[in-house]
């Protein structure tokens, strides 16, 4: 209710409209691959062959982690020619790109979080679950504290970073989890991308995204 009353009925449409855009990579391609990790660490965990759940954790992590990095690399550079060619020129001239480019921004937590977390309840037991459920109400608090505090300095955006920053506390206790069950570390350590893949991404995005300012 606090956040309601901050931002105008416009800015809150602006904000539904980008996030059910930005949901549609979420939706499509990053809950599927939650809901079947979930399942084949579930089954993995039950046999008791945690290195192959290890193993499996490392090569999903990698595709969602590869697809989140897509999102925020070339999100910001065709966000205004998303909005442009979906909404119109009433709509790609007013906030709703910028949103969308922080949107872009937010999807690479979404994706890691996902799958971190599908990998927690497949192994975690009822009372570590219980006691990251108590855990959990900080996170609440750092996103409502977030939003509070940056929407003077962005906007409605600062509802997108008070969720990235609720994502990233998520995520750390998940893998705080992942760390303590798993018998080696590698196998989170070898999800990440090699740095090439990484520069390649981040200066394509960057020239997509000067050639869309000069345009």
């Given at each position: 209710?606090?956040?309601?009353?901050?931002?105008?009925?416009?800015?809150?449409?602006?904000?539904?409209?980008?996030?059910?855009?930005?949901?549609?990579?979420?939706?499509?391609?990053?809950?599927?691959i939650?809901?079947?990790?979930?399942?084949?660490?579930?089954?993995?965990?039950?046999?008791?062959?945690?290195?192959?759940?290890?193993?499996?954790?490392?090569?999903?992590l990698?595709?969602?982690?590869?697809?989140?990095?897509?999102?925020?690399?070339?999100?910001?550079?065709?966000?205004?020619?998303?909005?442009?060619?979906?909404?119109?020129?009433?709509?790609?001239?007013?906030?709703?790109?910028?949103?969308?480019?922080?949107?872009?921004?937010?999807?690479?937590?979404?994706?890691?979080?996902?799958?971190?977390?599908?990998?927690l309840?497949?192994?975690?037991?009822?009372?570590?679950?219980?006691?990251?459920?108590?855990?959990?109400?900080?996170?609440?608090?750092?996103?409502?504290l977030?939003?509070?505090?940056?929407s003077?300095?962005?906007?409605?955006a600062?509802?997108?970073?008070?969720?990235?920053?609720q994502?990233?506390?998520r995520?750390?206790?998940?893998?705080r989890?992942?760390?303590?069950?798993?018998?080696?570390?590698s196998?989170?350590?070898?999800?990440?991308?090699?740095?090439?893949?990484?520069?390649?991404?981040?200066?394509?995005?960057?020239?997509?995204y000067?050639?869309?300012?000069?345009?």
């Amino acid at each position: 209710l606090v956040l309601l009353a901050i931002f105008q009925a416009d800015v809150w449409a602006h904000y539904s409209i980008v996030q059910n855009l930005g949901s549609l990579v979420v939706r499509l391609l990053l809950f599927p691959i939650e809901d079947m990790s979930q399942l084949l660490f579930s089954k993995l965990v039950s046999a008791a062959k945690h290195d192959s759940a290890g193993q499996a954790l490392s090569v999903i992590l990698r595709i969602v982690i590869l697809i989140g990095l897509l999102c925020a690399c070339f999100g910001p550079a065709y966000s205004y020619t998303v909005i442009h060619i979906l909404y119109g020129a009433k709509w790609s001239l007013t906030g709703m790109p910028r949103l969308l480019s922080w949107y872009s921004w937010y999807i690479p937590l979404l994706a890691v979080n996902g799958v971190t977390e599908a990998f927690l309840h497949a192994s975690a037991t009822p009372g570590q679950i219980a006691r990251r459920s108590v855990l959990l109400m900080p996170t609440t608090a750092a996103y409502l504290l977030c939003s509070y505090i940056l929407s003077p300095h962005f906007g409605v955006a600062a509802l997108i970073i008070g969720n990235m920053a609720q994502l990233a506390l998520r995520t750390l206790l998940s893998l705080r989890h992942i760390t303590t069950f798993l018998p080696s570390s590698s196998h989170l350590a070898s999800s990440l991308p090699s740095i090439p893949s990484i520069a390649t991404l981040v200066a394509s995005g960057l020239l997509a995204y000067s050639h869309d300012v000069v345009r």
